[in-house]
Nanobody, 131 residues
Framework: QVQLVESGGGLVQPGESLRLTCAAT????????????IAWFRQAPGKEREGVSC????????VYADSGNGRFTISRDNAKNTGYLQKSSLNPEDTAIYYC????????????????????WGQGTQVTVSP
């Protein structure tokens, strides 16, 4: 059974950067992440889970939440069955647990815009931004 494992979080100071990784594990040799879109979500304490960014399969087109404000860059390495989220100029409002998921596409109406439709989540990776 394929699972997505998030990593790369940590405690950083405002203005610093992090790169989060989403790796497909337990994959059979025939599994390929490249047929799926990959999305990143985050959940801050006391807040709803929200979409942060999404990258489509095929053309690799991307979607970003306004909260990223050009500070986040999503990418993927299909050969490694891995997705990434590069985060720069971090601020305390970015403190959250970050999760990744696969989905059909990043289009309007997709699970990226309705994360509550997912019935299972990984453990995520904690990002804490503090002076």
């Amino acid at each position: 059974q394929v699972q997505l494992v998030e990593s790369g979080g940590g405690l950083v100071q405002p203005g610093e950067s992090l790169r989060l990784t989403c790796a497909a594990t337990g994959a059979a040799s025939a599994f390929s992440l490249d047929i799926f879109a990959i999305a990143w979500f985050r959940q801050a304490p006391g807040k709803e889970r929200e979409g942060v960014s999404c990258i489509n399969s095929g053309d690799g087109s991307t979607v970003y939440a306004d909260s990223g404000n050009g500070r986040f860059t999503i990418s993927r390495d299909n050969a490694k069955n891995t997705g990434y989220l590069q985060k720069s100029s971090l601020n305390p409002e970015d403190t959250a647990i970050y999760y990744c998921q696969t989905l059909h596409s990043c289009s309007r109406g997709s699970y990226y815009y309705f994360p509550e439709r997912y019935d299972r989540w990984g453990q995520g990776t904690q990002v804490t931004v503090s002076p």
